[in-house]
């Protein structure tokens, strides 16, 4: 029976308030005649208000509620819901039970169970169809995402023989294929990183697990990452070392990819080409030779073990072991051969017991390269790469070349030992160079640029310009030659000459004659006669052969522009180099090959990729070099550079010293070597004049014996500069840079062929520049009769009757003949000022 409704104006329709009827609990309320409810009253209202509250109580109350019913013959009814009637719910029939409404609140919040199956059921089909999304959309790794320092891989420099390393430089890796590394090898590494490689797909969820213990338990015995994935992070770009939720996924999604294109050999030959060991070695190649001194395919099974352990943190075990600290690599050296032994028990299971110890290894060979005289040659390898060859530093540390450079490694040392032989003692603002050229194909052998390029980076050899002085005479001599004139032409053999924009010119020693023939000017080094042979060619000649001789045109054309004739007696700047290989044209016919320290350059295949060039210059004609050859054996014949003569085989050179012997040279060469000697002296003073004494041949701008301390100068505004001043008495190319240029020229040439000048070929026309000698009759000495005592004529001819004589004597003989100053204006008066002043260069030979 439906229940009726009492409908009062702007008022909801209420329910009534359940009342227990007369039978009982759950009887029916008292009703109008029409069957409706009574209308409420104040005193009703005032129940309901009352029942509010109650139910508001009864919500925090833990006493039971019966439940409302909803059983025919109404609420409350016999049989309905609530009521007596048997059979109705809540009646006598059934146990009274809770309703909705007698829920506490807490659960009232609670979705159903079949809600939140549902909804994790879409969840995961999300979840999982976003993976297989992603999945699908990663792009399988190609070769042109291989990251560009997996194949990186260090050059090595050889000496000229091609065999002896010079340096090794840059990335320590080994290229090997998966075939040379031995099985037991490769079971170490996968027994340490990843035990179920050759099963697995790419990813190891008991990895992950691990993964998360580890960081928990804080101990790691092997990563989380399978080798695959490794491989994938270290070998393609797009998967950096970041740890991130997102890289892992894409790590992950690359790996399985990868696992199902490559095959696990592939897989295994990438990751042991690319990983890290220690030692600053990439690749199990590099390791091998780094750690144990042999090849991969040599490598014993405790071997393996003992770099596949290094694998999981190699920084730190090489911190340790350098500490003397082997305990880490020896734990776990342990454990990789426990797990090998679990691995294949039958191959390795005998390892633990057998070998509990690692193996031994190399002690750590962290040569530095840039130290002694290694680092000087490294340098100017690494200069002549960057600028013939456009190969940068970072393509030498990274593009495995091959490269052999020109240097003799034995020469390299002698010549820093005849030098330091013949400057022991010396003061240390004394400084020597010398370099040394084979004239046949300009290879640079050997040089001498300082003893330490970590404390001296500066290189003397290829870097300090100096005044040639007389060593600058023989291109003058050969563009004489060349120009058509012969040796047989004679020349002013007195002072002052005057010639047209330049200081006179003078000589250094008396001459009894007015003229010399070229040959005798060359052996004694003749100012006057050298300045008008350059006067007759022009100057615009003599630059022309020097330059093209090796010389720096630039230099030249300024020392003219600023000297004028002066040139032709040496006022121009000069490396030991440049002299070296500029001589090389008397040596070799005429020829000239650019001076070089490369032979060749392979790139990593071994292919030859550049080699040196050669083709030649043919300066002068070789009939103009034998002529110029013959004059310049007479310096050491009979000359001023006696002192360079060697024991057993012809020489031929020049000295040289300038104004003040501020720079003294000497120059000389045999059929298969010309070598260039040069010394000069830097004064560092203060402003106010001090002298303080170099450091490591270089002044210093810091004041004190701290550097580290100096707050008041800088390098751009040091304490001190250097200024170049006279070697001092004694110093003349004839005395210290011949004695060093025999000491190295006799080492360099033991077990060399005894090789022969060519003879004189008496070419071109004779041109003479001053009036022919004409012989005059002397009257008989008598036996008895005494030399006068004012005889001052020490250079031959010391009269017009001896012109063309030539003088032999015993090479190793000096009989005292003064020595060629070369001075620049001559054997100047001693109150006129030197023709070069000194004048401030800059604290670091380096900016020189």
Not at 440 to 457: L, W
Not at 675 to 687: I, P
Request: aromatic share 8%; glycine share 10%; proline share 8%.
């Amino acid at each position: 029976m439906a229940a009726h409704s009492y409908e009062q104006p702007y008022e909801p329709v209420r329910r009534a308030p359940e009342r227990r009827g007369p039978a009982g609990p759950g009887g029916p309320p008292p009703a109008t005649a029409a069957g409706m409810p009574a209308e409420p009253g104040p005193r009703a209202a005032g129940r309901r208000e009352g029942r509010r509250r109650s139910e508001q109580e009864t919500m925090v109350s833990e006493a039971p509620r019966r439940a409302r019913g909803r059983g025919p013959g109404g609420p409350g009814g016999p049989g309905g819901p609530g009521g007596d009637g048997p059979g109705g719910p809540g009646g006598p029939g059934e146990p009274p039970r809770k309703g909705r409404g007698d829920k506490p609140a807490w659960r009232r919040f609670l979705p159903s169970w079949k809600i939140v199956l549902a909804g994790f059921a879409v969840v995961t089909a999300g979840v999982f169809g976003m993976i297989a999304v992603a999945y699908a959309n990663m792009p399988m790794p190609t070769q042109d995402q291989v990251q560009d320092t997996v194949d990186d891989m260090g050059s090595v420099i050889y000496y000229a023989n091609g065999k002896d390393v010079l340096a090794k430089l840059g990335t320590k890796r080994v290229p090997v294929d998966i075939k040379q590394i031995p099985r037991h090898v490769q079971d170490a590494v996968i027994a340490a990183e990843n035990s179920s490689f050759r099963e697995d797909s790419g990813i190891s969820f008991s990895g992950m697990v691990r993964s998360v213990y580890s960081t928990l338990s804080g101990a790691q015995v092997q990563g989380a990452s399978t080798i695959t994935q490794q491989m994938a992070r270290n070998y393609y770009d797009g998967l950096s070392q970041e740890r991130s939720v997102q890289r892992k996924i894409k790590e992950i999604f690359v790996a399985v990819k990868l696992n199902k294109e490559l095959s696990k050999d592939q897989i295994l030959s990438q990751y042991l080409n690319t990983i890290y060991f220690g030692r600053g070695a990439y690749g199990i190649g590099a390791a091998a030779q780094q750690f144990f001194g042999k090849s991969v395919t040599n490598l014993t099974p405790e071997q393996g073990a003992y770099l596949a352990g290094r694998i999981q943190n190699p920084d730190a075990f090489d911190r340790a072991e350098l500490a003397g600290n082997m305990k880490p690599t020896e734990e776990r050296y342990v454990y990789v051969i426990g797990q090998m032994a679990k691995l294949d028990p039958k191959a390795y299971g005998s390892l633990p017991s057998k070998s509990p110890a690692s193996p031994k290894r190399k002690k750590p060979s962290n040569k530095d390269y840039y130290k002694g005289l290694t680092g000087y040659m490294v340098e100017a390898v690494m200069n002549e790469l960057r600028n013939k060859y456009k190969i940068t530093e970072e393509d030498v540390k990274t593009g495995g070349y091959r490269i052999t450079s020109t240097f003799d490694k034995r020469l390299m040392y002698a010549a820093r030992d005849a030098v330091n032989k013949h400057t022991a003692g010396l003061p240390g603002e004394i400084n020597a160079t010398m370099a040394a050229v084979d004239p046949t194909n300009g290879r640079i052998v050997a040089f001498y640029g300082g003893d330490d390029y970590e404390k001296d980076s500066w290189d003397d050899a290829f870097l300090s310009q100096k005044q040639a002085a007389s060593a600058f005479k023989p291109y003058v001599l050969a563009a004489w030659l060349d120009s058509g004139y012969s040796l047989n032409s004679y020349l002013p053999a007195k002072g002052p000459l005057k010639l047209e924009g330049t200081t006179p010119i003078n000589n250094d020693h008396a001459s009894g004659a007015s003229s010399i023939d070229v040959v005798n000017a060359t052996a004694h080094s003749v100012n006057t006669a050298f300045a008008k042979m350059g006067e007759k060619v022009s100057l615009d000649k003599v630059i022309e052969i020097a330059s093209r001789a090796g010389l720096s045109k630039e230099r030249l054309e300024d020392a003219r522009n600023r000297h004028h004739y002066l040139i032709t007696i040496g006022s121009g700047q000069v490396t030991a180099v440049e002299q070296a290989g500029g001589y090389s044209i008397f040596a070799n016919a005429g020829k000239h090959y650019d001076n070089h320290v490369i032979i060749e350059v392979r790139d990593r295949e071994k292919r030859v990729k550049y080699r040196e060039k050669r083709t030649f210059a043919q300066v002068i004609a070789p009939d103009s070099a034998a002529d110029a050859t013959v004059a310049l054996q007479a310096v050491v014949k009979q000359g001023t550079g006696r002192n360079a003569a060697l024991y057993d085989r012809p020489v031929a050179g020049k000295t040289g010293t300038n104004n003040e012997n501020k720079e003294a040279w000497f120059v000389g060469f045999t059929p298969q070597l010309s070598t260039a000697v040069g010394m000069f002296r830097q004064e560092c003073r203060t402003k106010g004049g001090k002298v303080i004494p170099p450091v490591n041949d270089n002044c210093p701008w810091w004041r004190g014996k701290n550097k580290a301390k100096e707050k008041k100068y800088t390098q751009q505004k040091p304490y001190t500069t250097a200024y170049e001043v006279p070697l001092g008495s004694g110093f003349q190319g004839a005395t210290y840079p011949a004695a060093i240029w025999k000491a190295f020229m006799t080492e360099a040439m033991k077990g060399q062929k005894v090789e022969q000048f060519p003879a004189r070929v008496n070419t071109g026309v004779p041109e003479n520049l001053a009036p022919k000698p004409v012989p005059t009759p002397t009257a008989t000495k008598e036996p008895d009769e005494e030399q006068p005592d004012d005889v001052t004529c020490v250079m031959d001819p010391c009269n017009d009757d001896d012109t063309g004589r030539i003088i032999t004597i015993d090479p190793n003989q000096n009989d005292g003949l003064d020595e060629d100053n070369g001075l620049l204006g001559g054997g100047q008066d001693p109150g006129m000022p030197p023709y070069y002043e000194p004048e401030p260069m800059p604290t670091g030979r380096e900016q020189w």
